[in-house]
């Protein structure tokens, strides 16, 4: 219920700096494949999450708990906005709200990227993936097609240099 505007903030500090079940790395592994899986992202994680501590129920259970409470709010707030959304004070509320979850995802990516241990190639994947969803408008399921496997290359290219030398 407080994750208006996006949860993916308010998880990670649950999961990860509050109850510590996982290390930002592994909650940025989930959440980067939430977002190649169809879905929502977040649906996704939790789904994942739920599994990974409580198998097909904690999934199930999982998907509940992020589902039910917002499921009752939307649909509340569905019949308020259709009585209401021509109201001009409506309308800059709507705006301010949808500045301060983009606030919110900015600030989640920054705080993820501080603590994430990625090499310069790796952070080059990124920037090529935000020039080409975010300022090119390309297609996401191309962009993820094309730039997951060269991620997982640069990933994985060190541990395979290093077993060769063996």
């Known amino acids: 219920m407080i994750g208006f505007g996006g949860v993916a903030p308010w998880a990670r500090r649950v999961m990860v700096e509050e109850r510590r079940w996982m290390t930002d790395q592994e909650f940025a592994e989930y959440l980067g494949m939430g977002q190649v899986l169809p879905g929502a992202n977040m649906l996704n994680v939790a789904v994942m999450v739920g599994d990974r501590y409580g198998g097909a129920s904690g999934a199930a259970l999982a998907l509940l708990g992020l589902l039910g409470g917002p499921m009752l709010v939307i649909l509340l707030m569905a019949g308020l906005y259709g009585r209401f959304a021509g109201f001009p004070t409506v309308q800059a509320a709507l705006s301010g709200t949808a500045a301060a979850a983009?606030?919110?995802?900015?600030?989640?990516?920054?705080?993820?990227?501080?603590?994430?241990?990625?090499?310069?190639?790796?952070?080059?994947?990124?920037?090529?993936?935000?020039?080409?969803?975010?300022?090119?408008?390309?297609?996401?399921?191309?962009?993820?097609?094309?730039?997951?496997?060269?991620?997982?290359?640069?990933?994985?290219?060190?541990?395979?240099?290093?077993?060769?030398?063996?």
Do not use: D
């Open 102 to 166: 983009a606030g919110m995802v900015i600030g989640t990516a920054l705080r993820m990227g501080e603590r994430l241990k990625a090499p310069p190639a790796l952070w080059a994947v990124g920037v090529l993936a935000f020039v080409a969803c975010g300022l090119l408008r390309l297609p996401l399921p191309y962009v993820v097609l094309t730039l997951a496997p060269i991620g997982v290359l640069l990933s994985a290219w060190p541990k395979l240099s290093s077993r060769r030398r063996r």
